[in-house]
């Protein structure tokens, strides 16, 4: 039983360990010094060999799923589920997340907040973890969001450069501005589907797609998917976010956050995917990001850039074989998938390894560092190939199946497969350039002068590019217990997946060759490419990157047009506004509902006052009027409690002696603190002109006739059966009390007054701040 | 500010004023009154003091700081609501028991009563938090104005009444 009952927690207590361990991270830092990388990789180790563990059973063809009731009424559940492509997911995520811990203990070595740096990633992690495992619409969201806003701390982590925090901020508006998008879809999903988990949406599959809201539900989808994978136009937040130091690189910004995007289009594949719409939008800016992230990684000098670029092109390809969605492109993008984080990482590292040893990270100030950096080196060059997609490599495995399934799509054929060729020989420059540049050729001096890397900055790359090799030759390692599961999960059925390196002379084998030639070409006329810098800053001048500094330009002006409009600090504004409002939307409805001359002549029916009635109304008539009219604050001060006593006497009439007492005894103290801040007010004077006057007057009485009507009516009108009748029994019996308006403050409605009360403690303390904590100046 | 007339009658009035502010409190269920009103009589009360004699004299009185009052008084209002958990019920359902001395005392106590104590205690503090400091100033400032009026010969109580 017991064993059961923590079998069934595993997940959940899976990814809580994770966000606890962030917390004690620096902790934990300060204890193990430079330990710290080795101590904390191991919950992203144990987290790899428990989802290894479960997954044989996902293998098996049996998905996990547990769930932790949140809040049932509104479909919130925290529920984690486990198939084949959360485990793809888990895994690398947990198997990268070892090595990059690792290597952050090496790279940010002695750097003051390391234990912060920490608590961010392993924050990351466990967000991570959990938007691949979580089975609820809304907890994947949570977690989703939690990836954005662990981005931004790591973008923003050198916090002292102005550029790291435009490039963090810039990051977290664009992804979380599609997270609201996101946010907006995954509702309408959950209502039109009727579920909010996601396993039990994907049976409805078809209903989804028939439904008159299947087309706004994709559009915020995509939205979200897009910013946060980096497509093109939502592309160029990704470059700048390489401000992050590299670990953060290597693992958010090419292994793991920007794929969330394509997990979550490969999750909801059997739920929203197969349409037109489908297919058109994700074939369209998947081979767009393709082309745009390949030409502009050619223009890059910076080593990072360049491979940022090249990611944006691969998350683009990921994109587009989930528009295809054949059985094909599915089988291509599980092993492209796999197959880029592998080098991918590894190249980030290398890049972190190269800025951290020769101190730039510029490609045309290193070279022939292969003598120094000889480890370095041979995994760069590795990882390189794998990035050109040659043999025997397990990339090699994924662009040929790229190349089978853009022949073998069903629409507009040419287009995709110039793309995929024109991508595919983007990728061999690039990784040429990165190979050959800072490896080969004379030694050139750099600002620090470069020796091999310690083992934890090169173990990473040691652990993933060979990786790559050792799967290239063996991909039976993970084509049964790895990959064919996460395809089963995309397509919603299995499909059998053999995966060899040789597939004979065919037209992929072709194209293959084909790309590398075009490949090499481009890198030969790379220094020409740089040459058109100034013409390409021109052009890049209209692109995204503007648009967004244009909308946030535009966004900064409207806010604060607003807040001088609406949060002037006038409080007379604020009064007017409020009466206004108010009078506005109230007077509309009231006259739309019961119609004016019902309103004007209802005060006349109900014409049934007593004399001294009539008198104590004129006094405060006549006081109010004096208070406007007072040229001194004290004579105003006194008409004014002239009013507040005579309201106070209305109450007694009507039988309300608690409030009429009340009334009596704060407007006592009202006078008494309005005495005491005359003291810090300036000189009394006239300072509305004659148009000020007539406005304010025109609003309050509006204010006043509303109020008025409003009251007459509400008489008349029941709603719903008032509660007062209830009060009115059971104060007595249930309250144990004969003042029923104490008994509904102190029992019935007893919250309601610990709000209140709890509410009035901090208004105290805070007039007691604002008169304590003002600067001496303001003294007088 | 001293006045002897004042003085003397605040003398008479602030203990009157004190428990007539307990006696709202304690009427208050069944009767006008309440922990509201009776935290803002207890409050007036202490106002009053401090007109008559001044601010720090009636710190001294009141023993301890009104934020303490504030602190105290939201503990008793939240403590009052626990019992109810203890009878699995919601939380500030009231509870009530009897305290019987035949012939003697007829007492019906309820947690209600410790709410309403917590909501004077809160509303006392509250008053004298804005209020106290606003009198310190108004005094440093009288006391400004008087030396300026003894040197310059000017008006005193500058601002009170501009016209």
């Known amino acids: 039983m017991n064993s059961l009952q923590q079998k069934k927690m595993m997940l959940t207590s899976l990814v809580l360990c994770g966000l606890v361990l962030a917390l004690a991270a620096p902790a934990i830092h300060r204890v193990a010094r430079g330990a710290a990388g080795y101590v904390l990789a191991l919950y992203p180790f144990v987290a790899a060999i428990v989802l290894a563990v479960a997954g044989q059973k996902v293998v098996a063809g049996q998905a996990m799923r547990e769930a932790l009731p949140w809040a049932s009424e509104l479909g919130l559940s925290l529920s984690f589920s486990?198939?084949?492509?959360?485990?793809?997911f888990g895994l690398m995520i947990s198997g990268i997340g070892v090595l990059v811990l690792i290597y952050a203990g090496g790279y940010l070595k002695g750097h003051p907040q390391l234990g912060r740096f920490y608590a961010y990633l392993l924050l990351f992690m466990a967000s991570m973890l959990g938007l691949v495992l979580?089975?609820?619409l809304l907890a994947l969201f949570v977690f989703w969001e939690g990836t954005s806003i662990s981005s931004y701390l790591l973008i923003g982590f050198n916090h002292r450069s102005e550029t790291a925090r435009k490039a963090a901020l810039q990051a977290l508006l664009v992804t979380g501005g599609g997270g609201l998008a996101l946010l907006g879809g995954l509702i309408l999903l959950g209502i039109v589907g009727g579920h909010w988990e996601i396993s039990a949406l994907t049976a409805q599959g078809d209903v989804i797609r028939a439904h008159a809201l299947y087309d706004p539900i994709l559009v915020l989808v995509l939205v979200g998917a897009f910013t946060k994978s980096a497509q093109f136009p939502f592309h160029f937040w990704l470059p700048n976010a390489m401000e992050a130091p590299t670990p953060v690189s290597a693992y958010l910004h090419s292994a793991t956050m920007v794929k969330a995007g394509i997990y979550l289009l490969a999750r909801l594949s059997p739920t929203l995917g197969g349409t037109e719409m489908w297919t058109?939008?994700?074939?369209?800016f998947g081979g767009a990001t393709m082309i745009v992230g390949g030409v502009l990684a050619l223009l890059q000098t910076d080593i990072k850039r360049l491979l940022a670029y090249s990611t944006i092109s691969a998350l683009g390809t990921l994109t587009l074989l989930l528009g295809i969605g054949t059985t094909a492109a599915i089988q291509a993008f599980a092993v492209f998938l796999l197959a880029h984080a592998l080098y991918k990482g590894a190249l980030f590292m290398v890049a972190g390894t190269l800025d951290h040893e020769t101190g730039t990270r510029d490609l045309e100030k290193m070279g022939g560092l292969r003598r120094v950096m000889p480890i370095t080196a041979a995994m760069a060059i590795l990882a390189a190939v794998s990035l050109a997609?040659?043999?025997?490599?397990?990339?090699?495995?994924?662009?040929?199946?790229?190349?089978?399934?853009?022949?073998?799509?069903?629409?507009?054929r040419t287009l995709l497969v110039a793309t995929a060729l024109l991508s595919g020989a983007f990728f061999v420059a690039a990784a040429t350039i990165v190979a050959v540049k800072p490896f080969f050729g004379a030694l050139k001096a750099t600002p620090k002068a470069a020796h091999e890397a310690p083992p934890s900055l090169w173990l990473g790359p040691v652990v993933l590019a060979p990786l790559g090799l050792i799967l290239g030759i063996f991909p039976g390692f993970v084509t049964y217990s790895l990959l064919s599961p996460a395809i089963a999960a995309i397509l919603g059925r299995a499909e059998p997946l053999k995966l060899s390196l040789w597939h004979g002379f065919n037209p992929a084998l072709a194209l293959s060759g084909a790309s590398l030639a075009l490949g090499l070409l481009a890198y030969a006329s790379w220094p020409a490419l740089r040459r058109t810098q100034r013409g390409r800053e021109a052009l890049l001048g209209f692109g995204p990157a503007r648009w967004y500094e244009v909308g946030l330009f535009a966004l900064n002006r409207v806010a604060s047009l607003q807040t001088r409009l609406l949060q002037n600090g006038y409080l007379r504004a604020y009064v007017m506004t409020i009466i206004v409002t108010t009078t506005a939307l109230a007077g509309y409805t009231l006259i739309t509902r019961e119609g004016l001359p019902a309103l004007l002549t209802r005060p006349l029916q109900e014409w049934d006052v007593r004399f001294y009635e009539a008198a104590l109304a004129a006094l405060i008539v006549l006081a109010a009027y004096a208070a406007v009219r007072a040229d001194s604050r004290l004579a105003a001060l006194a008409a004014l409690g002239v009013v507040g006593y005579g309201v106070s006497l209305i109450y007694l009439f009507f039988g309300a002696p608690d409030l009429a007492m009340t009334q009596v005894l704060v407007d006592t103290l009202t006078v008494i603190?309005?005495?005491?801040v005359f003291y810090h007010l300036p000189k009394f004077a006239s300072l509305s002109g004659k148009f000020a006057r007539v406005r304010d007057a025109a609003i309050a009485v509006c204010g006043g006739a509303l109020m008025t009507t409003l009251v007459l009516v509400t008489n008349t009108v029941t709603l719903t059966e008032p509660i007062s009748g209830y009060f009115l029994e059971n104060s007595l019996p249930k309250g144990y009390g004969r003042n029923i308006v104490n008994v509904i403050l102190v029992d019935f409605r007893a919250l309601d007054t610990l709000g209140e009360i709890t509410v009035l403690s901090l208004a105290g303390i805070g007039v007691f701040a604002?008169?304590?904590?003002?600067?001496q100046g303001e003294k007088a | 500010m001293t006045s002897l007339i004042l003085g003397t009658a605040t003398r008479l009035l602030m203990p009157l004023l004190l428990l007539f502010s307990i006696f709202l409190l304690l009427r208050g269920h069944n009767e006008p009154g309440g922990g509201f009103a009776g935290g803002l009589v207890a409050a007036a009360a202490f106002v009053l003091y401090s007109i008559a004699a001044d601010v720090s004299t009636t710190r001294r009185a009141l023993r301890f700081e009104p934020q303490n009052f504030i602190g105290v008084g939201l503990l008793c209002a939240i403590i009052s609501g626990l019992p109810a958990l203890l009878f699995d019920k919601p939380y500030l359902s009231s509870w009530w028991g009897q305290i019987k001395v035949s012939g003697f005392i007829d007492i019906k106590l309820g947690t209600p009563f410790f709410f309403d104590v917590g909501v004077y205690l809160v509303v006392l503090g509250v008053a004298l938090k804005i209020l106290l400091p606003l009198e310190e100033q108004a005094e440093l400032q009288s006391e400004d104005a008087r030396d300026f009026s003894v040197e310059e010969q000017g008006s005193s109580g500058r601002n009170l009444e501009p016209s």
Do not use: Q
Not at chain 1, 390 to 409: C, D, R, T, Y
């Open chain 1, 82 to 88: 486990l198939d084949g492509l959360s485990l793809l």
């Open chain 1, 134 to 136: 979580a089975d609820n």
């Open chain 1, 280 to 284: 058109g939008a994700l074939t369209l």
């Open chain 1, 389 to 412: 997609g040659v043999g025997p490599l397990f990339s090699f495995i994924g662009k040929e199946l790229l190349f089978e399934a853009v022949l073998h799509s069903e629409n507009s």
């Open chain 1, 673 to 676: 603190l309005f005495v005491l």
């Open chain 1, 770 to 775: 604002l008169l304590k904590l003002r600067p």
